[in-house]
C-alpha cells in the first residue's frame, strides 16, 4: 500500500510492504497516485496544463521501473500468524499495588489496581522466575519488568529477584533482560547504583513542566511531586552512562501543547524522551477527542523541528516515536500481532496471578492462571493471539498497520469493552507522529 504526503513542502511516498520510503518531486508525488492504473496518454490527458509532457513521462517511467523492481505498490503478501503459541519470553511483575502518587489519569487506580494496596513477596517473584524459565522453551533471551504501582516501595524484592534470576539463568543457560519504570519519588543514591548497575533499561516517569506534572502527579500526601524527582532524576542520570533510559511522560486535555514538555525535559539535558497520549475512558475529564487531532498534529511538528534544530548539539534528544527501523524491521509475527500480550508476555499481579499485560492486571474476565499452577484458562491467550491486523477490520486498510500490529489490546478493551476494535483516536495519533518520523529519515538521509 503507497502511503503519500508531504511535511514542510517535501513530498514523501512510502510503501508499507516493501518498506521503501523516498522523496519526489510535485510531479512524482501526483502521477504516483494513478501510475498503476492509467497508460501514459491518460495521464499525461490528467496533467495536461499543470505539468510539462515531458515531466509527466519522465515522472511515469521512473515511478514504473519501481514497481517492477517490486520496490512501491507492492502486492500485499498472505501472512499467517507464527504457531508458536505457548512459549514465554517475557513477565511484567507488580511487585507493587500500592504508589507514592495519586496521579490523575491513572490506569491502575493510583496504583491498586482496584484491589486492596500491597506487596509482592520475594517466594511469589522467585516462582516468577521459574515459570519464566520453565515455560519459555528454547528461548534463550527473557525479559523482566519491575512495575507498579510503584516498584521502588518494594525495592528490596527487586533486588533479591534480580539477583536469584541471575542465579537461575546460569544453571538454565538463560540470559535476562531487566527493565524497571519509576516515577522516581524514592529514587536515592543507593537505590540508582543498584539500578545503574543490573537494570538494562530504566524508565522515569516526568510529565514535563513542574506546572503540568505536579496537578497531574502529585503525592499520596497531597504535596507537589516534581521538585524531589526532578532532582532524583538528574542525579541519577549523571551516573547512567551510555545505559539505556528513557524519561516517559504523558500528555492529556490540560497539556495538548505537550511540545513545550518536550522542550523543557531537553533543556534540563535530558536525552532521551518519550512522551504519550493518555488512554481513558469516554467521558474521562482529562481524555482527548477527535477534534483535538489537528492540534496534537501540530504539536507532533513542533517537536520534529525542535529534534532537527537540536542535533548535532548539547541539547540533541531522541524521541521515541520518532525512531523507526525500516532496514531491521520487527519479524512477520511481530509486524502482525504488536506487543504479545498473553501469549509471549503477561503479567504477574502481586499474589501471582497472571494477566495478558500489566493494563489487565487484575481484571476478572482475563484472569489466565498463576505462577504456581500455570495458565488455566488457555481460551484467553488464544484469543489474544487469534486478534491482530490480519482480524480487524480497521486495519485493512491502514497504511500504518505493520508499525502498530493493530494497537494496543489494552486501549482497546477501555474503549469498547473488547479487544477485537481499535482505539480511534489512538490510531490517528499513531499515523500523524508515524508521518513525522518518516520525514526525519529522508530528512536525515539527505544530510548524509
Not at 524459565?133 to 525479559?143: F, H, Q, V, W
Not at 486478534?387 to 491502514?398: D, P, R, S, V
Amino acid at each position: 500500500m503507497l502511503h503519500q504526503f508531504i511535511k514542510d513542502d517535501i513530498c514523501i511516498l512510502y510503501d508499507n510492504v516493501s518498506g521503501v520510503l523516498f522523496e519526489t518531486d510535485k510531479v512524482g508525488y501526483d502521477v504516483a497516485r494513478t501510475v498503476a492504473s492509467e497508460t501514459d496518454a491518460q495521464l499525461c490527458e490528467r496533467f495536461c496544463g499543470i505539468y510539462p509532457e515531458e515531466d509527466i513521462l519522465k515522472a511515469a517511467e521512473e515511478l514504473r521501473s519501481l514497481i517492477a523492481q517490486e520496490l512501491m505498490l507492492e502486492e500485499e503478501k498472505i501472512y499467517a500468524p507464527s504457531d508458536n503459541f505457548g512459549l514465554v519470553k517475557a513477565l511484567c511483575l507488580n511487585v507493587a499495588h500500592d504508589c507514592d502518587l495519586r496521579c490523575a489519569y491513572c490506569f491502575a487506580a493510583q496504583g491498586s489496581f482496584h484491589q486492596e494496596r500491597g506487596l509482592m513477596d520475594v517466594a511469589t517473584a522467585k516462582r516468577a522466575v521459574d515459570f519464566l524459565i520453565e515455560n519459555s522453551g528454547k528461548r534463550k533471551n527473557l525479559e523482566i519488568d519491575f512495575f507498579g504501582g510503584e516498584p521502588l516501595l518494594n525495592f528490596e524484592v527487586v533486588k533479591q529477584t534480580v539477583h536469584y534470576a541471575k542465579e537461575r539463568a546460569r544453571q538454565t543457560d538463560k540470559e535476562f533482560k531487566f527493565t524497571l519504570t519509576t516515577n522516581g519519588l524514592k529514587l536515592d543514591e543507593d537505590i540508582g547504583d543498584f539500578l545503574n548497575e543490573h537494570m538494562d533499561n530504566v524508565v522515569l516517569s516526568l510529565d514535563g513542566r513542574k506546572e503540568i506534572h505536579d496537578t497531574m502527579r502529585p503525592c499520596a500526601t497531597g504535596q507537589e511531586s516534581y521538585d524531589i524527582i526532578i532532582k532524583n532524576i538528574l542525579r541519577f542520570l549523571k551516573k547512567r552512562g551510555d545505559k539505556e533510559y528513557y524519561v516517559r511522560g504523558t500528555y492529556t486535555a490540560l497539556n495538548k501543547d505537550f511540545s513545550n514538555d518536550v522542550v523543557h525535559l531537553s533543556d534540563l539535558g535530558i536525552k532521551h524522551i518519550s512522551i504519550e497520549p493518555v488512554s481513558s475512558e469516554e467521558g474521562f475529564a482529562y481524555g482527548l477527542s477527535e477534534e483535538d487531532i489537528a492540534l496534537l498534529d501540530r504539536e507532533y511538528a513542533i517537536i520534529a523541528k525542535e529534534y532537527l534544530a537540536r542535533q548535532g548539539t548539547d541539547k540533541a534528544f531522541s524521541f521515541f516515536h520518532f525512531y523507526v527501523d525500516l532496514e531491521g524491521a520487527p519479524c512477520v509475527y511481530k509486524k502482525i500481532s504488536g506487543c504479545g500480550a498473553a501469549t509471549d508476555y503477561m503479567v504477574v499481579s502481586v499474589d501471582g496471578r497472571l494477566y495478558p499485560c500489566h493494563q489487565f492486571d487484575s481484571v476478572d474476565e482475563m484472569y489466565m492462571g498463576d505462577v504456581w499452577q500455570g495458565i488455566v484458562n488457555q481460551d484467553i491467550g488464544r484469543n489474544f493471539f487469534d486478534t491482530n491486523i490480519l482480524t480487524k477490520e480497521a486495519c485493512q486498510t491502514c497504511w500504518a498497520k505493520y508499525h502498530c500490529g493493530g494497537g494496543c489490546y489494552a486501549a482497546s478493551y477501555k474503549k469498547h469493552q473488547n479487544i477485537h476494535q481499535v482505539d480511534e483516536i489512538a490510531c490517528e495519533i499513531l499515523k500523524k507522529r508515524l508521518e513525522y518520523a518518516l520525514a526525519l529519515k529522508v530528512v536525515n538521509a539527505k544530510k548524509s
